[in-house]
């Protein structure tokens, strides 16, 4: 299911309207404190359905969350006019993926 899950985020973030997202290129201009409260968010957004598509370690800190993000997004500049929130979560995913 969880795979389902990872691959529907990827044909949303196509098909998303980048114009009425925060996309990767937002989330890459901003400050790394709001690149922190912005991962937060989408995690917590994520946590709060029954459906994550990643499997968070219980002592990840807040800023290798964001560190994983950016570096996902730096190495993949061709995906930053997706949305912010598929890219992280594609990023956790493979960072951290569900065993």
């Known amino acids: 299911m969880k795979k389902i899950l990872f691959a529907l985020i990827s044909v ?3 098909n998303t309207h980048a114009e009425n997202f ?26 709060a359905t029954n459906e994550v ?7 990840v ?10 570096k996902y997004l730096t190495d993949n500049p061709e995906k930053r006019h997706f949305t912010a929130a598929s890219n992280i979560a594609v990023a956790l995913g493979k960072a951290f993926p569900c065993k």
């Open 61 to 70: 800190t807040t800023g290798q969350l964001a560190a994983i993000s950016k």
């Open 22 to 47: 925060y996309s990767g290129n937002d989330f890459m201009a901003k400050s790394e404190g709001i690149q922190v409260t912005y991962v937060v968010g989408v995690v917590d957004g994520f946590l």
């Open 12 to 14: 949303i973030a196509v």
């Open 53 to 59: 598509p990643f499997c968070l370690p219980k002592d």
